[in-house]
């Protein structure tokens, strides 16, 4: 099931600012259209600078961020079924396969290369009995590069040693909550701005 992300401001000075506009014509629709796509572009931006943090990213969560402006209320979010976690932290559990694959080497995390993208048979199971871990993918027979150098001679080398760990294998892993969706000094200062950008149109009629 989808989950969206919603921000909901309880601030005196913001409410107050907004109700103020409530009698001018169309002003309290643009404050709020345009405070949204103010939250939306800091939270895409929040997210793409995870990408080299905590590895790879398909950007569909950044894409997947919309909004909807409603009367008195501007609703920033995503209805992708992973938005709150990413945002809020947990628990996640595997639905449909037995465990969840933690990739071990650094490239596999980077590039988000899944077992599911590498050839069963360059992979063995080795089950482990530890409390959350139920076994591990290791490398099946060693990974060699063959490459050409500059005299035009190829070299060999290893690249990945057989009975290296690339996936462990657990019941369940805890998400860190990284929010994303804020409504920060930065975006309320915004909001005000834009709140008295509003009030100046229209006393110049």
């Known amino acids: 099931m989808a989950v969206a992300i919603r921000i909901d401001v309880d601030e005196r000075a913001v409410r107050r600012a907004l109700l103020r506009l409530m009698h001018l014509d169309g002003a309290l629709r643009r404050v709020l259209q345009r405070s949204g796509l103010f939250i939306r572009r800091a939270a895409v931006r929040r ?18 961020l919309a909004i909807r402006i409603e009367p008195t209320a501007v609703a920033v979010g995503s209805n992708l079924a992973y938005a709150a976690i990413q945002h809020l932290g947990g628990i996640v559990v595997p639905r449909t396969v037995r465990a ?17 993208d590498l050839p069963r048979d360059s992979m063995r199971f080795v089950p482990v009995h530890a409390g959350n871990v139920v076994g591990k993918l290791v ?24 009975g290296e760990t690339m996936y462990l294998l657990v019941r369940q892993s805890r998400i860190r909550g990284r929010p ?19 009030y100046e149109r229209a006393a110049r009629g």
């Open 180 to 198: 994303y969706l804020m409504f920060g000094a930065e975006e309320r200062q915004f909001l005000l701005a834009e709140t008295q950008r509003e």
């Open 139 to 162: 490398r099946a027979e060693d990974r060699v590069i063959e490459t050409r150098g500059g005299n035009g001679k190829r070299r060999r080398r290893v690249a990945g040693k057989a």
């Open 47 to 64: 997210l793409r600078e995870r990408r080299g943090r905590f590895g790879a990213s398909s950007g569909r969560l950044a894409q997947s």
């Open 100 to 116: 969840l694959a933690i990739p071990m080497l650094r490239h596999l995390a980077r590039r988000g290369v899944w077992p599911r």
